[in-house]
């Protein structure tokens, strides 16, 4: 019994074998198939783009400029050039954007759907950034107002283009960014060049420290001026001047006022007795970065008058009050 029984075996062992054998050979020749698919869509594609002229875009940062700055934050504004050498529009969909300082983040965003580069075309497509330093100085604590800071602005557009599909464009631009601080203002002397209760014309000495790493080039500078609680205007810049980086600059500027306005005060200025005032305005400059509009301000400071020798006063330039 044992003996008949082995042909069904063997048999069925045989059977099994070629079911095998069928299956490898069905997808041996299935995947040589697919490959086959895979090397014809490939062969169109390359042919497609050969024919029509399809490609991929290519893309570079053009420039960096920051259109305004003051202290409480940057604006830059990133130019890239996009060329599309296809024979039609292709869309930019994201733009990506980073900016960091020394391995740290200072600012990341996207820009979702952010236009269409024109078929045999290029553009220039401007990425606006704001820098608050408000932020930056609060989570990193060594970055001090007034320093200059390296950084580097990391951009990847994704644009979708046919044949290719969706293809990213990683860029790459480093520079410098300031972090401004405002001036120390003080009015070192007040000489008179005529005096009379009507209209007094004096000139006022004073003293600019400039509290940052870079230079700045005074323009003009707009402010109102009290002196003993009188508000006697403000006056033009004469002459521009250049602040030194941490350093201090002495500047004249005319000021007309009338001292009868002024009452029992007038009576300790003219004695040099010394006068409160306070002083509020703003100085344009221009930095390696660019005009910038920096607020100046002193309150409860103390100056005295000093008179000319013309007019029977002791003019020495050396002393300071």
Sequence with gaps: MSSSENPEVVERIFKDKDKEEKEEKKDEEKGGFIEKVKDFIHDIGEKIEETIGFGKPTADVSGIHIPHINLEKAEIVVDVLVKNPNPIPIPLIDINYLIESDGRKLLSGLIPDAG???????????????????????????????????YKIKVDLIVDVPVFGRITIPLEKNGEIPIPYKPDIDVEKIHFKRFSFEETVAVLKLKLENK??????????????????????????????????????????????????FGSALWDMIRGRGTGYSMKGNINVDTPFGAMKLPISKEGGTTSFKKNKEDGGDDDEDEVC
Excluded: C, M
């Excluded at 075309?121 to 970055?143: C, M, Q």
């Excluded at 005074?218 to 941490?246: M, P, R, T």
């Excluded at 600059?249 to 001292?259: E, G, S």
């Design 212 to 261: 940052n790493d870079f230079d700045l080039g005074l323009n003009s500078l707009d402010y109102d001026l009290w002196l003993s609680d009188v508000n006697v205007g403000g006056a033009e810049l004469e002459k521009s001047a250049k602040l030194e980086k941490n350093g201090i600059t002495y500047i004249d500027l005319p000021i007309t006022f009338r001292p009868k306005d």
């Design 116 to 150: 269409t580069i024109q078929a045999h075309g290029s553009e220039t497509v401007k990425i606006p950034l704001n820098l608050v330093y408000d932020d930056i100085k609060s989570t990193y604590h060594d970055i001090k107002p007034g320093s200059i800071i390296p």
